[in-house]
């Protein structure tokens, strides 16, 4: 009896873990958190593990994200652009696309797991901006900076998926906008960033 009970145990719990695949959006914030954000020095980020809610402006939200991605390869000031670089025919061709494409969502989780080194925090913080170059320099002297993250639901465009990590300084002084393009199998072939300040 102990035998079968022990069998049926292993063949539930091998089960429930091939039923367990990570979302678009996890594998995003996964690479961005060993390949991009390991890089960028000892700022502090804080992320409350939530996706970006599905509302009725997931079309324009999906429309500006592949711009985004888009222009910032086609940009040479964006991050990470020399991989694939756009010229400006297939950079209007992408963008004439987008005009008429319908994006439909399909995004199935609300949460994702936090990979170290971003710090989980249950309630982001925002504050007022003060702005100035003095205060920036002694504030930044004294502590490492904080940032809060945020993630948009993943976008499926010409057989590909898209997520937008934004990264947002909690006083929204500046910020990066990391896109990361994935194949359907969630292996990640390409990203850009681009930068914004107040």
Known sequence: MNKLLFLFLIFFSSINSFGQSLSYEEVALKFYAENI?????????????????????????????????????Y????????????NKEEFEDALNMVKNYNF????????????????MKKKLKWKKYIGGIRIYRLWRSERPIKFNLSIQPVVHFKNYYFVCILIDKNDFEYGNW?????????????????????
Request: proline content about 6%; overall charge negative; charged content about 25%.
């Open 104 to 119: 439909k969502p399909f995004t199935t989780n609300n949460e994702v797991k936090v990979p170290e080194p971003i710090i």
């Open 37 to 73: 954000l390991s890089k960028n020095g000892d700022d502090n980020i804080f992320y409350d593990g939530k996706i970006i809610p599905i509302d009725s402006n997931y079309q324009q939200m999906a429309e500006e994200l592949i711009n985004y991605f888009y222009g910032c390869k």
């Open 75 to 86: 940009d040479p000031r964006g991050e990470n652009n020399e991989s694939i670089s756009l």
């Open 178 to 198: 990391f896109f990361i393009k994935l194949t359907k199998e969630q292996n990640v072939v390409d990203w850009c960033s681009v930068s914004w300040i107040q």
